[in-house]
């Protein structure tokens, strides 16, 4: 699903820390060209994966390639990284099957997989250059659903926390959580960014009730707030808490 949504912090700007090494001299997000991540979630009529662990697998991929040794540095792919994180942050999550994955899968990127679920993540491009193998794909058709009620959260890695007041496609949702992933990612040391990477990305995703979605909201953890462009309202649809062994993450001072 199509998402022009800015990842946020409660009291950080939506993008990079100051000190990271992809911010430039650009102060104004909307006057820079702008870029968007692909991604792709292959999905058979008769053996579609399940919805949550379609979600888990997006936040991973693009935590693969934020993390690759060809987004960074002087890789081939660290120009259109800079880029697109120097611009607003866009992810735009498409479909494939059959013909279409295997074209998809020819193309510059990687195929992150999950228990089931595969999903294949691109360098970005300018939103008016997408390769014409993905600009094919379709953006509907990803509603996924949980065949049998998701294992709890694993407290030793981060919890990508739905809002549980929206009801969204799986696209929609892939786009969102991908964005709390690298809300996660913006936030460690490199150290700590090596042994979440040595350790495969262990996350998970889930929906709290009310009351917690409350509390997470106020905590000071990082929270996705979406522009609303499609498909729901602006507002906030995730928060991110850190986990117990990777990903450790600090709350930030509230203010008023």
Known sequence: ?????????????????????????????????????????????????????????????????????????????????RDWQDARIRKVVRRARGAEWRKASALPGITVTGDEAEVRVYPPV????????????????????????????????????????????????????????QLAWWELSETERKDWREAGFPLSVATPDANRWKELTVSGLPLVRDAGFTEIAPGLTVAVEGGTRYCRLTPRPQHP
Do not use: C
């Open 126 to 181: 300018p939103l008016d250059g997408w390769p014409k193998e993905l600009v094919k794909l379709q953006v509907s058709g990803t509603d996924l659903d949980d065949p049998a009620p998701p294992a709890a959260p694993d407290p030793a890695g981060p919890v990508l926390w739905l809002n549980p007041e929206l009801s969204i496609s799986a696209g929609k949702e892939m786009a969102q959580v991908g964005h709390g992933a």
């Open 1 to 81: 699903m199509s998402s022009n949504d800015i990842p946020e912090s409660p009291s950080a700007p939506a993008g990079p820390p100051a000190d990271s090494p992809f911010l430039t001299e650009r102060t104004n997000r909307d006057e820079a060209p702008q870029y968007v991540m692909p991604l792709v979630v292959h999905i058979e009529k008769t053996d579609p994966p399940a919805r949550t662990d379609a979600l888990r697998t997006a936040a991973r991929a693009v935590l693969v390639m934020l993390s690759d040794e060809r987004s960074v540095g002087e890789g081939e792919w660290a120009r259109a990284m």
